[in-house]
Nanobody, 119 residues
Framework: QVQLVESGGGLVQPGGSLRLSCAAS????????MGWYRQAPGKQRDLVAA???????NYADSVKGRFIISRDNAKNTVYLQMNSLKPEDTAVYYC?????????????WGQGTQVTVSS
């Protein structure tokens, strides 16, 4: 089985920074896309940023220039560096990976980590 474990959420003041991490473990042959989504209360889960195997990245317009996604393939880990945080960034953040294993390719999600931006 594959598990994704997230860390790094918390409470931060507006203008501050946080770094989220998500590590995958288990029967992993290869990881294609890695990404971060977020869900605020009463809203749908939306893509924040994604990175694919060749290093190409994609960002939501609302976080461009403030957030940076990166990956460490040797550690099966994806990171989200969040800078210049705003109250509207408050949400539960979920990591997502498309992982190839002995039974094929599947989508996996982390458990979610709360990010609260407030003074």
């Amino acid at each position: 089985q594959v598990q994704l474990v997230e860390s790094g959420g918390g409470l931060v003041q507006p203008g501050g920074s946080l770094r989220l991490s998500c590590a995958a473990s288990g029967s992993i042959f290869s990881i294609n896309a890695m990404g971060w989504y977020r869900q605020a209360p009463g809203k749908q889960r939306d893509l924040v940023a994604a990175i694919v195997s060749d290093g190409s990245t994609n960002y939501a317009d609302s976080v461009k220039g403030r957030f940076i996604i990166s990956r460490d393939n040797a550690k099966n880990t994806v990171y989200l560096q969040m800078n210049s945080l705003k109250p509207e960034d408050t949400a539960v953040y979920y990591c997502h990976m498309i992982i190839g294993g002995p039974r094929g390719w599947y989508d996996y999600w982390g458990q979610g980590t709360q990010v609260t931006v407030s003074s």
